[in-house]
């Protein structure tokens, strides 16, 4: 786990000087941190190295997970599921059990604190404890919520609305008809992770040997798991169209569950639309393979992003941050990393890919530009520091009200 | 001279967002019309800071969408040519951008609504205002400090200076006129920091102080 000064090196000490400021602010009190994992999934991902930085920096910040059945599980994933949109039945019963569970929690748990952070739909009933507990609470939305089912936004409203702040990823997942305020707080990539460190010459050149690419030819590389949301399809038919004019190589690289019978599906369709195509190289990576990731992503050329629907697609601020061209479909969080031909390209077609991706081959100069203008973009809005940053203003938001808060 | 040491400040802002969405013309300049006024002031800035690295363009996302997104370049260069630093106060900015959008919308009697997903957002933010450790008692240390403040602080005694607090030029014109310096003072005063980089404007005070200590 990287120590806060290990980051001065890379945002400078002033901006490190202000976190500290930020978090002397907040020493007097504690925040609770609430979601429903401790392991597995993003939101414990980015907890997990969240939380050490806030005690790092003196902030009296805690972490607990609340506790549920299978059952329980089942209806959050149910939940989960209808706010992606998906047409599925959720019953009184599930309601019910749904908030039994959150109230044998809220009995259950150590709830004494000055904040309360609740992450996800899973623990968002805790809320109802907040008269007796009292303290600020505030609510942070992980998922995309912008085509929601009306029965599941209209019960998670009834709590949203006792919420002092909700947190969203996205500005598209803001909702008119919430009336608490909503702030946008974008997720964010850590530069001193393994899958974003700097990585010696000696190991990217072993990485690429290991896959046998080429490093002397153009590599163009979309890192996603193997989904048809992913689009793969069409980047291999931008791949062809572009190889009749340069003789380039394509990279799909990522990951999946092995017992996913879509993603194994999707794998297979990839793998008969390359055909023979040995400039084709399709690489399952297990998890953990954040080094392999890492590595082909600093050896590439140009980077694609071509989905046809995105959370936020983090892997367009992986690939800004390593100082690449990137080419990414203008979906879910993407708009808000790339700005078109300031700090990348956006498109919405395969011809459109087609036509920036040769380009950006053939114009190294004009693809560099785009590059530099995107790591500094990476660099000043999707590193951890910022989330950090901004997560420290929202627990000093709930208690300042003025537009502009003189500290 | 005995002047008042000037002491830097930095800023961050925490970004609201209001749920309210544009899909053409009208309904932005409905937006522009009801939102709060540090929305506007938000919309009118954000680029400045967060793209701080580009070519001076574009200064405002009003500009950005229409002429980007919406591809409706003749009311993007509108916006985008609207002189920011000739307004005194964020409600007469606030009715430069209706009157244009009233031309517009007047002129052309008809509009498309933009993509699904393409939408202007309208979001707000809250500024939070902080001491550095930074205290400059004259212009040799001033020169000193303008090369290591974030850029945050730069931005903070450039512009909110004159927006927000109603200041004729900026926090450092100000000082310097405190200090005597009535031609530096001027100089710095008649920097249009709309058209010109972040990093490129500290080379550019820097070398005026330089000019002048």
């Known amino acids: 786990m990287p120590d806060i000064k290990d980051y001065v090196s890379i945002i400078g000490k002033e901006k490190i000087d ?33 939380v050490p930085l806030l005690r790092q920096l ?30 599925i039945t959720i019953t009184k019963d599930d309601f019910e059990y749904f908030i039994e569970v959150n109230r044998t929690n809220a009995e259950e748990m150590d709830l004494s604190s000055d904040i309360f952070f609740v992450h996800d739909p899973q623990p968002i009933a805790l809320i109802d404890k907040k008269k007796k507990v009292k303290g600020k609470w505030a609510w942070r939305c992980h998922i995309d919520f912008t085509n929601p089912r009306r029965e599941v936004i209209e019960f998670l409203k009834s709590y949203i609305r006792k919420y002092d702040s909700t947190i969203f990823s996205a500005p598209a997942f803001a909702r008119k008809d919430i009336k608490v305020p909503q702030v946008l707080i974008s997720p964010s990539i850590d530069p001193l992770s393994d899958k974003n460190k700097e990585l010696p010459e000696e190991t990217i050149d072993k990485v690429l040997e290991k896959f046998k690419i080429d490093r002397d030819r153009p590599i163009v590389t979309q890192i996603s ?25 394509l990279v799909l690289a990522g990951g999946g569950a092995t017992d996913d019978p879509e993603g194994m599906q999707v794998l297979n369709e990839v793998r008969d639309a390359a055909s023979n195509d040995k400039d084709i190289h399709i690489i399952f990576l297990p998890p953990g393979s954040d080094i392999e990731i890492n590595a082909i992503q600093r050896a590439s050329t140009v980077i694609l992003q071509k989905s046809l629907k995105e959370g936020f697609g983090l892997t367009v601020a992986e690939a800004l941050w390593k100082s690449k061209p990137v080419i990414a479909s203008a979906v879910g969080g993407i708009p ?16 459109g890919t087609f036509h920036f991706l040769k380009e950006l081959l053939n ?27 901004e997560y420290l203003l929202l627990f000093l938001s709930l208690s300042h009200k003025e537009d502009i808060v003189y500290l | ?108 009697g008809y509009s498309v609504n933009c993509q699904c997903g393409q939408e202007f957002h309208f979001m707000s933010c809250k500024t939070f205002v902080f001491p550095t450790r930074f205290v400059a008692h004259d212009l040799k240390e001033f020169t000193k400090i303008i090369k290591k403040i974030s850029i945050n ?40 920091p709309y058209t010109i980089t972040l990093e490129g404007l500290r080379e550019k005070i820097l070398r005026l102080v330089k000019k002048y200590a």
Request: charged letters at 30%; glycine letters at 6%; one cysteine or more.
């Open chain 1, 225 to 249: 798991r193997f989904d048809y949301l992913k689009d793969p399809l069409g980047v291999i038919k931008v791949y062809k169209k572009v190889k009749k004019y340069i003789d380039c190589q």
């Open chain 2, 153 to 192: 602080s730069l931005y903070l005694h450039i512009f909110e200076a004159r927006l927000r607090k109603g200041i004729d030029g900026n926090d450092f014109s100000k000082w310097f006129k405190g200090l005597g310096k009535d031609k530096l003072a001027d100089e710095i005063a008649k920097l249009d």
């Open chain 1, 18 to 50: 202000d976190l500290c400021f930020l978090a002397e602010k907040l020493t007097d009190m504690s925040i609770l941190n609430i979601n429903s994992t401790a392991v597995g999934g993003g939101v414990a991902e980015i907890l997990s190295r969240m």
């Open chain 2, 1 to 108: 001279m005995k002047n008042k040491p000037f002491h830097f400040y930095t800023q961050y802002y925490l970004v609201e967002l209001l749920g309210i969405k544009a899909r053409n013309p009208e309904e932005l300049l409905k937006g522009i019309k009801k939102v709060p006024e540090p929305s506007i002031y938000y919309h009118t800035h954000k680029f400045l800071q967060q793209h701080l690295y580009l070519s001076p363009e574009p200064p405002n996302d009003f500009g950005y969408w229409t002429s980007s997104i919406i591809n409706l370049k003749e009311l993007g260069e509108a916006f985008t040519s609207i002189d920011t630093i000739s307004f005194k106060n964020l409600e007469d900015l606030r009715e430069e951008f209706i009157r244009i959008l009233e031309e517009y919308i007047e002129n052309k």
């Open chain 1, 336 to 351: 808000l990393q790339i700005t078109h031909k300031y700090s990348g390209i956006l498109t919405y077609s395969i011809d």
């Open chain 1, 58 to 87: 003196g902030v009296n910040a805690k972490w607990d997970v609340i506790k549920g059945d299978e059952k329980f599980f089942n209806i959050t994933k149910k939940l989960h599921n209808a706010l992606h949109g998906v047409d």
């Open chain 1, 363 to 389: 114009e190294p100069e004009y693809a560099k530009k785009l590059a530099k203008n995107g790591h500094e973009h990476a660099k000043n809005n999707f590193l951890i520091t910022r989330h950090l940053r």
